[in-house]
C-alpha cells in the first residue's frame, strides 16, 4: 500500500516506521522540516505540504493524521478536504473527543476513520492497540498498515461507527488512570507500612504469576529501579486529565457509576495543589513516563 503520513511528532515517525517496515510506501509531511528529513531517512517520500502530499498519492487516498487534537486536526481537515472525495481515506489516530471525531466524520467528503491509539513509544517495537470508528470499507481498506502499526492482526479491531474509536479509547484511558491510582495506593502502603520493603523487588515478584501482573506493573519495577525506593525527587504532580474528565462526563450522562475512575481523576488534580506530598501521585506521575515518556515533574 501506499500511506500518506501528516504529524512527524513521536507517534508520527513509529507510525512511519512501522508501516515502512512492513514494505508499504509512504509520503510523509509535517510543519517541521527536520521531522520530514527524519522520515526520509527512514525511507519515505518527503512532501512539502499536505497538497504535495497528496499530489503524491495514487488513486484510492490512504491518510493517516497524527497531529495533536483540537485545532489542529481541524485545520488540517481544512486543508485536505478540497483535495479527497468519496474513495479515500482519512485515518485520525490521536486522542480527539468521540464527539468531535463524530462531526468530522460527517463533514468530510473521504471515509473518516477515528482511530484510537494506544501502547505509547513502546509501540515503536511491539506496535500498538488500535481502536477504529467508521466505515466498514474503509476499515478493510486499512487493514494491511493496521496490521503494520499495530502489534498485528488481533491488535486492532473496528469498534462501530464514526466515533466508537475514540470513545474506547476515552475509556480506556480512564480504565488507565484507575488502575496507576490502585497500583499507587498499593505501594504508597507498602511504602508507609511496617516493614522496611524494596518495592522493586516487590514489584517484580508481583509480576511473575501473580493475578496483578501487567505492563503498568512492569512500569512500577522500573520507576523504583531508575528512581530508588523512595521515588527520588519525583515531585506530587500527575500532569494529564482531558480524556479521564471525558470519561467521567461521559459516565454522568449515562448515569453509570464510575466511583474508581472518579476518584482517580480526582486524586490527579489534588496533586497540583500546594504543599501535596502524596506517594501514590508521585508514582503515578513517574509511570506516565514510562508508558508515554511524558515530562517526569521532579521536586525543586
Not at 505509547?120 to 478493510?140: H, I, K, N, R, T
Not at 511473575?208 to 515531585?235: H, K, M, P, Y
Not at 453509570?256 to 504543599?275: D, K, M, N, T
Amino acid at each position: 500500500m501506499q500511506l500518506g503520513v501528516i504529524g512527524l511528532g513521536r507517534m508520527g515517525q513509529i507510525v512511519v516506521n512501522r508501516v515502512l517496515d512492513a514494505g508499504h510506501d509512504v509520503v510523509a509531511f509535517d510543519l517541521s522540516a527536520e521531522a520530514v528529513a527524519t522520515a526520509a531517512d527512514a525511507g519515505a517520500e518527503p512532501a512539502e505540504s499536505v497538497e504535495d502530499l497528496v499530489e503524491r498519492l495514487g488513486d484510492g487516498k490512504r491518510i493517516w493524521l497524527m497531529v495533536p487534537a483540537g485545532d489542529a486536526v481541524d485545520a488540517t481537515l481544512d486543508e485536505l478536504n478540497p483535495l479527497v472525495g468519496e474513495k479515500d481515506v482519512v485515518v485520525d489516530g490521536g486522542n480527539s473527543h468521540f464527539e468531535e471525531s463524530t462531526r468530522r466524520a460527517e463533514s468530510v467528503d473521504a471515509a473518516y476513520l477515528d482511530c484510537g491509539t494506544s501502547g505509547g513509544p513502546a509501540g515503536a517495537e511491539l506496535g500498538f492497540s488500535l481502536m477504529v470508528g467508521g466505515p466498514q470499507w474503509a476499515y478493510d481498506e486499512m487493514t494491511p498498515v493496521f496490521d503494520a502499526v499495530a502489534t498485528g492482526p488481533n491488535g486492532h479491531d473496528r469498534m462501530g461507527p464514526a466515533g466508537s474509536g475514540h470513545y474506547v479509547k476515552m475509556v480506556h484511558n480512564g480504565v488507565e488512570y484507575a488502575l496507576m491510582q490502585t497500583y499507587g495506593e498499593g505501594f504508597e502502603l507498602l511504602a508507609e507500612g511496617r516493614y522496611d520493603l524494596d518495592l522493586e523487588a516487590v514489584a517484580r515478584t508481583w509480576n511473575n504469576g501473580a493475578v496483578i501482573r501487567s505492563w503498568l506493573l512492569e512500569l512500577c519495577e522500573e520507576a523504583f529501579r531508575e528512581e530508588g525506593t523512595d521515588l527520588g525527587d519525583v515531585a506530587d504532580h500527575v500532569a494529564g486529565g482531558s480524556t479521564g474528565t471525558w470519561t467521567v462526563q461521559e459516565a454522568l450522562e449515562q448515569e453509570v457509576p464510575v466511583p474508581l475512575i472518579y476518584q482517580a481523576l480526582s486524586e490527579r488534580f489534588g496533586s497540583r495543589a500546594p504543599e501535596s506530598g502524596r506517594f501514590s501521585r508521585r508514582l503515578a506521575n513517574r509511570l506516565r513516563y514510562g508508558f508515554g515518556r511524558h515530562e517526569v515533574a521532579r521536586e525543586e
